[in-house]
């Protein structure tokens, strides 16, 4: 019988040129064991209120005086008990896996700048999600050894920052097949459609409409689990093809994941260690 998870559209870091332009590299890149659960994106504009005389008696004013910064927040899973590339030697230590992780947090010398490090330039690809950034922290979290004491199991929460407002999307087509998955018509794969970005001061009707399926807002909303349809966050990610569940609760926005995660590994249990890196950006 075939394996499911084979076919599993996989997230993967990617090496980028300095100008964030084109992906180089390839043997630098790095495909992850474990899809993440959820994927967190936040924005942030340098603001700053104006000095000067005037009217104090109300809240003063304040002015956009930098570009904003985008940051990409997420965790990935490693584990020498999952199944290995084929051809792949075998692994022993979970780091021997996460290093390629830790890669994209180690600064290197600018070419002709022998005196200034920067970390690789990084873009995170996970079917039509992309984003470009720079690693500004890592957290390494050891959870389970061997009894001859070697990591087995990694977890790593790590953070990509951006130093502009970023909404960047991947064209990854479809299927093709008639009356399949992606097909017109067609039942659509959970966690394989595309996400619309909501803009600022849009609504769940607006966004339906400009897709063409404004007649079935409020199933769009209910099975996103918005509240208020008339007031989202700007930047929140909605399934457009989403539509109300039959069994009475809501589902939440998400960029999906493994279906579970079976890993095999020794039942040995000892404290946790955690490794933290930062890198200011």
Do not use: H, Y
């Amino acid at each position: 019988m075939p394996d499911p998870a084979a076919n599993l559209e996989k997230a993967e870091l990617r090496q980028l040129d300095s100008n964030f332009e084109n992906e180089i590299e390839q043997d630098t890149w790095c495909k992850v064991q474990f899809n993440p659960d959820t994927l967190k994106v936040s924005f942030a504009n340098q603001l700053q209120q104006p000095s000067g005389a005037g009217d104090q008696r109300g809240s003063p004013a304040r002015q956009f005086v930098g570009a904003g910064t985008t940051k990409l927040s997420l965790t990935l899973w490693f584990d020498v008990g999952s199944p290995q590339p084929p051809g792949a030697d075998p692994v022993d230590d979970v780091r021997k896996l996460t290093k390629k992780v830790a890669f994209f947090i180690t600064p290197t010398p600018v070419q002709g700048q022998q005196d200034k490090f920067v970390p690789p330039a990084v873009r995170f690809v996970w079917g039509s999600f992309q984003f470009d950034g720079l690693m500004d922290a890592l957290e390494e979290t050891l959870e389970l050894f061997s009894p001859d004491g070697k990591p087995l199991r990694s977890s790593l929460a790590l953070s990509l920052s951006q130093q502009k407002i970023q909404f960047a999307f991947r064209d990854t087509g479809g299927s093709g097949a008639p009356g399949g998955a992606g097909a017109p018509g067609g039942p659509a794969t959970p966690g394989t459609q595309p996400l619309a970005q909501a803009p600022a001061g849009s609504t769940v009707q607006g966004l339906a409409d400009a897709a063409g399926v404004g007649a079935g807002w409020q199933g769009i909303a209910a099975g996103n689990g918005i509240e208020n349809p008339r007031l989202l966050a700007p930047g929140a990610l909605l399934d457009l093809n989403a539509q109300a569940p039959q069994f009475g609760g809501s589902l939440g926005v998400s960029l999906g994941g493994d279906a579970g995660m079976a890993i095999a590994s020794p039942e040995v249990s000892t404290p946790q260690v955690s490794v933290s890196i930062g890198i200011g950006v």
